[in-house]
């Protein structure tokens, strides 16, 4: 009788265990495969990317890279303005932006009153999360016609007789071009490259620099010689993030570039970017070469941003490993 | 002697100039296009913004349309991605912490989070439009969807790692098997944590324009069918500020109003999520 129950028992486990066991491997399977999706993802993008661009390349060749004429109506299409666009803007950006924020950054860990510390440091993160299109309204409707009046034509006035400058800075001034989107642009990543550069500002332990105030440095001092030289690397992950975001930044850059695939000297000019010829034109391309050709330049955008963002992320992850131990 | 003092403290006065000057004039800069904002999106703000539907040019109306895409949209692409992002971090944090996999899919997917948005579009594009031959909502939702990913994933895998081993050890004690352990004790502790990436993912994607341009394209009506194009507030506000029409370009303003309250409101919340389990 009780071997009997007892049996029952051990077959009513054995089933249990065996459920449990079966949802066990479900879930610990479903976990993987979707972890492997994420790689699938990013394979994808590069696949699909090419297979797209596949009819525009094998057409134009390496020239595809040289050629600044973009014309849809003898379908004859060539990257160099978008790109030399694209890394224009962006450097300019970085050159901007990139002392503001460290600025900024020392600001909030050496200067600011502590109580005002958080808040501000908060709202700098909460203005990094402003999608881009806020931007670019602005940019059009506001800053635009702004520096339209006021400090294009100061610029193209003041460096008129320098000789290379006066090239630089050739008028007329539309408003829109190449100079507007790269202050968009500055503005845009500001609050990202502050709030990175305070994040690993906060790494550096307080005895170093205690010790370092305590020999009698100077708060510059201390920032110049302690803090920069211990984060270097950490900064320059965030820059190269920064610098991912600007290259591709599309709808910021759309609005008040001008969308001109003439290459011009000055950076007063119209210009246009990838992402910003994508935008605009994407919808418009009729033929398959036309569309080919803007996927070629997803393409070129796509190797340009996967190497600075696995760079950037290569640095972060050293000064992780630094900050760890 | 002096004279060293002197210039280490003058150029000390100098550099902490600068730097205050960096912050003043960099949060000067972003008060003074939120205030452009306000000032501009609120003259627009009224009812009908939220009851009529987009209008024809030269005439007033609303973005009815438009956010009720958007919203449709995004919580297809919340539907999609969060599941996915959800289970590849408890992966990465619970099977597989220290496995090859993760480190690969963690570095991958660190670069898809600032991947630009526009190439996601594209992927878009060349994956479900082309076979399907027309704009889609769904291609829409899709390739939001995969920019919800990496943000989920990432905030899953950050807050497991936090839950202590001990917990997990307690589970397992009992006998508990491992998914069990995982739903119960791991999920459980890092919830306000991961329901904070889900917010911050929401955020992210309402105000994503380009890679909706050629998925979703725009719609001028009321649609809520997935398989045609379909308005979003987002791409709205791209054609009507480009356009001359005075009451468009209010409208975008409007929109972009909307969109600024939304994306705050969202990261606050998430924020105070996060900040409430820190101050414990």
């Known amino acids: 009788m009780t071997l009997a129950i007892a049996e029952r028992v051990d077959n009513r486990r054995e089933k249990v265990v065996r459920h449990f066991a079966l949802t066990d491997t479900i879930f610990h399977w479903a976990c993987r495969l979707a972890a492997i999706a994420v790689l699938v993802i990013l394979g994808g993008v590069f696949v699909s990317l090419v297979s797209g661009s596949w009819e525009a390349l094998a057409k134009f060749g390496p020239a595809f890279l040289t050629t600044a004429r973009w014309s849809p109506v003898t379908e004859t299409f060539g990257a160099l303005a978008p790109i030399y666009g694209t890394l224009v803007t962006a450097a300019i950006a970085i050159v901007i932006a990139v002392p503001v924020g460290i600025g900024i950054a020392v600001f909030l860990t050496e200067l600011c009153p502590r109580p005002l510390r958080r808040p501000i440091g908060i709202a700098v993160e909460l203005l990094a999360g402003i999608p881009s299109i806020i931007y670019g309204i602005w940019g059009l409707f506001v800053f635009a016609p702004f520096l339209q009046r006021t400090l294009q034509p100061f610029l193209i006035d003041i460096f008129a007789n320098v000789p290379v400058l006066s090239d630089l800075f050739a008028g007329p001034a539309y408003g829109i071009g190449i100079l507007t989107s790269s202050l968009i642009l500055a503005i845009m990543i500001l609050p990202f490259i502050a709030s990175i550069t305070k994040d690993v500002f906060d790494t550096v332990p307080g005895v170093v620099k205690e010790s370092a105030y305590g020999i009698g440095c100077t708060t510059w001092e201390v920032v110049r010689r302690i803090v920069i030289p211990h984060t270097r690397v950490g900064i320059m992950g965030g820059v190269m993030l920064a610098l991912g975001r600007a290259l591709g930044e599309t709808m910021a850059v759309t609005f008040v570039i001008g969308n001109s695939h003439r290459l011009s000297a000055s950076i007063i000019a119209p210009g246009t970017t990838i992402s910003a010829t994508i935008a605009n034109e994407f919808t418009e391309a009729d033929a398959d070469v036309y569309v080919s050709s803007l996927m070629s330049l997803g393409l070129i955008l796509f190797f340009i941003t996967f190497i600075i963002l696995a760079a950037a992320r290569y640095m972060l992850l050293r000064m992780g490993r630094q900050a760890g131990a | ?280």
């Not at chain 2, 109306?61 to 999609?80: E, K, P």
């Not at chain 2, 990465?92 to 190439?119: C, H, Q, W």
């Not at chain 2, 791409?235 to 929109?255: D, H, M, N, R």
Request: charged fraction near 10%; aromatic fraction near 8%.
């Open chain 2, 1 to 280: 002697m002096t004279t060293i003092y002197a210039r280490r403290k003058a150029t000390n006065a100098m550099m902490m100039g600068l730097c205050v000057g960096a912050a003043a004039v960099g949060l000067a800069w972003l008060a003074l296009i939120l205030g452009a904002l306000l000032y501009k999106g609120l003259a627009g703000l009224n009812l009908a913004v939220f009851t009529e539907m987009t209008p024809p040019p030269g005439s007033a109306g609303g973005l009815l349309n438009a956010i009720y895409g958007s919203v449709i949209v995004s919580v297809i692409a919340m539907l999609i991605g969060t599941p996915i992002g959800i289970l590849a971090g408890t992966y990465m944090a619970e099977y597989g912490r220290f496995s090859k996999l993760t480190m690969i899919v963690r570095f991958i997917n660190d670069i898809l989070l600032s991947a630009p948005s526009i190439i996601i579009g594209l992927f878009v594009y060349e994956l479900i439009v082309r076979p399907m031959g027309h704009f889609s909502g769904l291609a829409g939702s899709v390739a939001l969807a995969i920019l919800v990913i990496p943000v989920v994933v990432r905030t899953t895998e950050d807050m497991l790692s936090l839950v202590p081993n001990a917990l997990r050890e307690a589970g397992t004690a009992i006998g508990a098997p491992r998914w069990i352990v995982i739903r119960s004790v791991g999920y459980r502790a890092a919830m306000s944590g991961i329901v904070t990436g889900v917010l911050l993912a929401v955020a992210r994607i309402s105000g994503e324009t380009a890679p909706l341009l050629f998925t979703a394209l725009n719609n001028q009506f009321w649609s809520s069918n997935l398989n045609a194009p379909i308005a979003s507030l987002p791409v709205t506000i791209f054609q009507f500020a480009l356009s001359p029409y005075q009451e468009w370009q209010q409208l975008a303003w409007t929109g972009a109003l909307i969109i600024t309250l939304t994306v705050l409101t969202l990261s606050i919340i998430a924020r105070s999520l996060t900040g409430r389990k820190e101050g414990h």
